[in-house]
Each structure stands twice: as C-alpha cells, then as structure tokens.
C-alpha cells in the first residue's frame, strides 16, 4: 500500500512539474484561424491573421493582425508583439495566398507549414485574387468573422464540386508527386461579400492559369469520381432559342486509360455522368426517350467541348492539373518513364475526351 | 509452482514488445529504401522474422523446454560466458530506454515541447520499473490489456480508403529506392523483439506451444504493418512519404471526424502501452540475464539498478537524430544477436548431444 501510494505521489509530482513549463491557459491563447500572405511592393512579404475571440463578453468578435516580414515565422514573432494573447497555430483552418505572391511560387511558405507539427495537414489552401490580407481584414456586415465564413464557403463549394476541396496534405501530394501539377480554389472580394473566383491551376507550386467558376464541374468531370454537383448547360440556339439545362445530382465516374502508338501516348479520359434534370427551355420533349437520349448527346457534346478547351489551355500553360502524367507513368516501363521528360512531351500528347451521359430523371412533371 | 505463459499471452506479448516506436517511421523507412511500393517488403521481412523463429524453435525443441542459460552453463564455463552477459545486458538495457527516449522526443514534437524530456522519461521508466518487478507472467497479462486497449486504433485505417487513390500506388515494384545496407537493420529494428522469445523457454511448458505464440505473434506484427504501410502508401505520394520523418504521425493527424479532429495527440498517447511494453520486455531481459551474473541479489534490486543505470545513459542523446545514431547501431547489434544467438545454443546443444551420445556408447 505504501509502495502504491509512494509510485502515485512521484507520478502525480513529475506530471504537474513536467506540465508547468508549458502550460497553456486557454483565456491567453490567441488561436490563429486564418492566415494570409500577399507579396508587397519592395518584395517583402504581407502577412495577416484573424483570431476569433473566445472571450464572450468581448464587443468584437474577432481580432486581426497585419506585418511585414521576410517570412511568416518571423511575422508570427512580430505578430505576438502586437498581441496580448500567446499566438497559436494549432487552430489555423485557411491560408490565403495573393495571386501575386503565388505566382512567383509558394513552396518556401508551404514548407513551413508542412514542417510546424503544430499545423494540421486538413489545413485550406486558398488563392484570392487581389489583395489576400485586406480580404481577410475586412468588416463583412453579415459576416463577423471571415475566416470563419471563407472556411464555410469553402467546404459548401467543395462538397458541390464548385472548387475542388485543397488541403496542405493534398497540395504538398501534387506537388510533390510526377505527373500531377496542384490546384487551388480562387476567392474574390465582392465588397459585402466573398465569391468563388475559379479554379488555380499550378506549375509545381508557381500559380500559372485559372479557370472560370462556370468550368469547375467540367474539371470535377475530368478529375475523378464526385456524387454531388450540378450544372448549368448552355445547349447552342436552336430555330432562334437559346436552349439551356440544368443537371442536378449529378454523380460521375472517370477512366483514363493510355495507349502507345510508336512510343507516342494518346490518352483516352472517359467520364460517365449521371443526373437529373432540373431545368430545361429548349425544344426537345425530355419526357420522351428519344428526347431524353437527344438531349443527353446534347450534352455530352457540350461536356466534350468544354473538356477539350480546358485540356488545351492546361496543355499551353504546361499544367498537368488533371494528373495525365500519372496514368501515362502507370502504362509504362519505370525506366521508360524515368527516361521521358514528361513536362515536355505533354503538351504535344494527344488527349481523347469521351464523355456519355444518362439522365436518371426529369423532375416531378411527366412533360 | 511457477505459473506457465499460455499461448494467447505469449503471442500478444511477442506483439506488443516488437511494436514500438518504429512503427511511426516504418512507411518511410519503406519508400527510401524500397521507392514503388516498398510496403510490399514488410510480407519479406516477415519471412526472414520466420527463419529467425525456426532457429528459436530447434533450440526449444532440442534443449527439451531447458532456459537458455542452463544450456549454456552446462558446456560453457560461466566466467567465459560472463562477457556475452554483460553484453547482452548493456543492449538489451539500452534498447529499452533509447526506445523510450524516442518515444518522448516525438511525443515532444507535438505536445509539451519545452518541457525537460527527462522528466516524462523518469514517469515511464518507473512505470517500466513497476513492470518489470512483476515477472513475465504478469508482463503478458499486462501486455494483453494493452494490446486491447490500443488495437482499436486500427479501424482508424477504413477512415482512409475513401482517399486512396490507386493511380498513386504505381504498378513499379521496388523501382526508385536508395538500397542502402544500414537501412536494411533500420526497418528490421521494427520486427524486433521476437527474439526475445528465446527467454520466454523457461517460463513455458507444451500447453504454451511457444514456438506458435511466436509465429502468431508475429504474424499480428506482420498484418499490422502491411495494412498501415499499404494505407500510407495509397495516402501520400512516393516522393511526399520520403520526406517524412514520422509519416504514421501526419496520417493520424488527417484523420477529422464530425465531432473531432486534430486527435494524433491522444492516439499518439496511446502507443505509450506498446512503448512501455517495449521497454519493460528489453528491461525484464536484462535483469534476468544479470540474475546468473548475481544470483543471489534481489531480482527487484537488479531491475532497480538496471532502469536508474539506464535512465542515466539517456541523458546523453539530446536530439532526435542522436538517439536515431544510437537506436540504428544498437538495431544492427540485436539482429546479429537475434541470429547468433540461436546458432550458438544449437551449436551448444549439438555438442552437448554428440557428448551424451559418445557417454551412452562408451
């Protein structure tokens, strides 16, 4: 018994002594929410955070920061001068980058990231096109705390295919991975609120090229398999009308499967969509299979062509975003692989987009 | 009478002595020596842990269920064999608290990261030391709480197949990796502890079926690596795992459930059972080997001094990377003293035979 009392008393001892050089009282945290970094004008680099405030019967509901620094170590450090809480990384949910900034490359602030263990790899990366901090700093009336509601944004987006959902774990992937470039969503300041700006298209970590916001689920077609999205199809004119649908509840499946012809790869990027028709003006009588089956070729057509511009401008901007390169490495020999400068040969790689469509339903109307 | 290990506790503590912190860097560990799926090393390895075993199990088999050190003593002078003791109770010794001395410089990492690291590592060495004064019957029974109190983690891995991607795993095996000698025993050092087994001899009769245990045992071991290398390898990119230092680390801190996230704090507090069992086998080693050199000193004084000698030595590696240098050197040692070993008993046994044999004949 006094054997047991004594190994007690000597762990409970060394527990609080061992917990007393790092103790940490929640009331003088700080917890960085969100992050931004934007490039100024003389090269340095603009760092700002949003704390939310935990404390209740505080009138604001968040607090932001603002330096200069040469990185965003050392504006954490110049951060906490400006701070009475003890700044804490561990919350942190978003990293804006500056288009800017990201287009002159961002791995050196990634790095930093992936290395704090502090920061989770789950953390956002997000691009703002303009200025990231003042997008993180400003008075939103309906949103008191923007990081907060650029988080929410984010993963309502994410979840509808509108941008793609980009971690710290899946961009240091890309990155680091051959025959996949990275991708990060765009946000926009609209003054009273923030909007979804598109699609970054990454050449390793140098922001290059974009895409519209209209042509993100055409990218989620060709990037892998989603169940949830939905999309508007502008169908052409027809007799003088401007035919458009919706496809709602969209599920997809994509194969990339590559074939050699004299050593020279032809891709073939087959998506199967599925979904429901929520929305159609055109001419077409969709309760009628055969409409049904005019208008899903319709679309396929549509889905095609949009695919096929997007393919190209990846290929001129020398961005594998859609991940060719690892399909085209998988259907070949290691050293036949090792041997081929990927980067330079994509451009030139044939990619044949075949996209087949099946509308599941129409809605409640049977006309 | 003493009590006898049975089967099921001896498998679930040949387990949990050989997972250790290793674990935490064995994916890695894989994609730098191996490059395209090296987890498909771990089933290779596994084998070469088999052979290991067989010579455990001539060594069984033909001492007749006798303990290691009355094989020994029985042909050999026991000065003579006073320096493989002493040698055995220095690496054993010194596995143990460098194994605990990793564990609490990563547990630092992530938590508590200026506090004194020598102070978590007196709380374990004397939870070890609480361990060890028990025997090896209550060792495995300890072993077997532990084992269920951290093997539910594993269904964390299903969080994971959502994201695997297979394109990820290429169809290249073994292409792009370093080959490199010394990282060979780096990725062993996570199968070792098996081989402590041989000590188990004497405390076991045919219902422990030992030689079972062991293989079961191992075999735990075995799918446990394959499935988190295998995870880990669909998860992260080749050249991502490389750069990792502990990658089992960053796959449980992207783990976010609904109600929670950022868990790889707790989860990471759990592998302490394996650890201190890790820990508490090499220790619980050592003082039996010490117990021929001093046979008539308290077995509990010997553990005593055993932990309080070994925790002195661990103030000497400060960082990470030294006690890297210590565990890879001391890795290299016990693997030749896992195969040694076993070779030098039977060599031991079939002296001893051939001189039974040539006494019945004379």
């Known amino acids: 018994m006094v054997k047991c009392i004594l190994i007690a008393s000597v762990l409970g001892t060394s527990i609080i002594l061992s917990a007393c050089s790092d103790r940490r009282i929640i009331e003088e945290i700080g917890f960085i929410q969100s992050a931004s970094y934007d490039r100024s004008a003389d090269g340095q680099l603009i760092i700002a955070i949003s704390i939310p405030k935990a404390d209740s019967g505080s009138k604001v509901s968040r607090e932001e920061f603002l330096t200069t620094a040469r990185s965003a170590k050392e504006a954490r450090i110049t951060l906490s001068r400006q701070s009475q809480l003890t700044l804490a990384s561990g919350q942190l949910r978003n990293v804006l980058f500056g288009c800017s900034l990201a287009r002159l490359g961002i791995w050196e602030h990634i790095d930093s990231l992936v290395r704090d263990t502090v920061i989770s790899p789950q953390v956002r990366i997000t691009l703002v096109d303009g200025d990231a901090a003042k997008l993180l700093t400003r008075q939103y009336k309906q949103h008191p705390i923007p990081g907060r509601y650029i988080e929410q944004l984010l993963e309502k987006s994410s979840r509808n295919q509108t941008v793609p959902k980009v971690t710290l774990h899946d961009f240091v992937k890309e990155y680091y991975e051959e025959g996949i470039d990275p991708v990060a969503p765009i946000i926009r300041d609209k003054g009273d609120h923030v909007e979804i700006g598109g699609i970054g298209l990454f050449r390793d970590d140098r922001y290059v090229a974009s895409l519209h916001p209209e042509e993100a689920l055409i990218f989620a077609f060709l990037r892998g398999k989603f169940n949830q999205g939905e999309i508007i199809m502008d169908l052409g004119s027809r007799n003088g009308i401007k035919e458009t649908a919706m496809l709602s509840a969209i599920n997809s499946k994509r194969r990339i499967t590559v074939n050699f012809d004299q050593g020279v790869p032809t891709v073939y990027c087959h998506a199967r969509i599925q979904g429901s028709i929520m929305e159609y003006n055109g001419t077409l009588k969709i309760s009628d299979i055969h409409g049904r089956h005019q208008l899903e070729t319709q679309i396929a057509q549509n889905v095609t062509e949009r695919a096929n511009k997007m393919i190209r401008l990846m290929q001129n901007n020398g961005v594998d975003s859609l991940g060719i390169g690892r399909f085209v490495r998988n259907s070949m020999s290691y050293s036949g692989w090792k041997s081929l400068d990927w980067m330079a040969k994509y451009p030139e790689v044939k990619v044949i987009v075949n996209v087949s469509v099946f509308i599941k339903d129409v809605g409640k109307l049977k006309i | 009478m003493k009590e006898k290990l049975s089967c099921f506790h001896a498998a679930i503590l040949v387990h949990m002595t050989q997972t250790g912190i290793v674990i935490f860097a064995l994916p890695g560990l894989l994609a730098v020596q191996f490059g395209t799926n090296g987890w498909l090393a771990v089933p290779l390895y596994f084998i070469v842990t088999l052979i290991n075993v067989s010579l455990i199990a001539i060594v069984y088999r033909v001492g007749e ?134 000590l188990f001899i004497g405390y076991s009769d045919r219902k422990t079926r030992l030689v079972k245990a062991i293989i079961w045992g191992n ?40 109600f929670i996230e950022r868990i790889e704090n707790l989860l990471y507090g759990f592998f302490l059972f394996s650890t201190i069992l890790t820990i508490g086998m090499y220790s619980w080693s050592a003082k039996e080997v010490s117990q021929r050199i001093f046979p008539t000193v308290r077995s509990r004084f010997l553990a005593f001094v055993i932990v309080l000698l070994s925790f002195i030595v661990s103030f000497i590696p400060k960082s990470l990377y030294e006690v890297d240098k210590w565990l890879r050197l001391l890795a290299y040692l016990e693997f030749w003293v896992a195969f040694g070993l076993p070779l030098l008993l039977i060599s031991v046994l079939i002296v001893q035979r051939g001189s039974k044999g040539e006494l019945s004949h004379g």
């Open chain 2, 65 to 198: 269920g006798k303990s290691i050190f009355d094989i020994l003593e029985r042909s050999i002078p026991k000065v003579m064999l006073y320096p493989l003791y002493v040698f055995l109770i220095g690496l054993w010794s010194l596995i143990g608290c460098i194994a605990a001395k990793k564990y609490i410089l990563l547990f630092q990492l992530i938590a508590f990261p200026t506090t004194n690291p020598m102070a978590f590592k007196f709380v374990i060495d004397l939870l070890a030391y609480a361990l060890i004064v028990k025997g090896l019957y209550n060792i495995a029974k300890t072993a077997t709480v532990f084992f269920w109190l951290i093997i539910w983690m594993g269904l964390f891995l299903f969080y994971f197949f959502g994201d695997l991607e297979w394109v990820t795993f290429t169809p290249f095996v073994f292409q792009g990796g370093h080959h490199d000698v010394k990282t060979y025993f780096d990725i062993y050092a996570a199968f070792l502890g098996y081989e402590l087994s041989l």
């Open chain 2, 219 to 258: 075999g735990i071991t075995a799918i446990n690596y394959i499935l988190i290398c295998l995870v880990s390898f669909g998860f992260f990119s080749l050249p991502q795992l490389k750069s990792l230092f502990v990658p089992l680390l960053d796959l449980l801190a992207s783990i976010k459930l609904p």
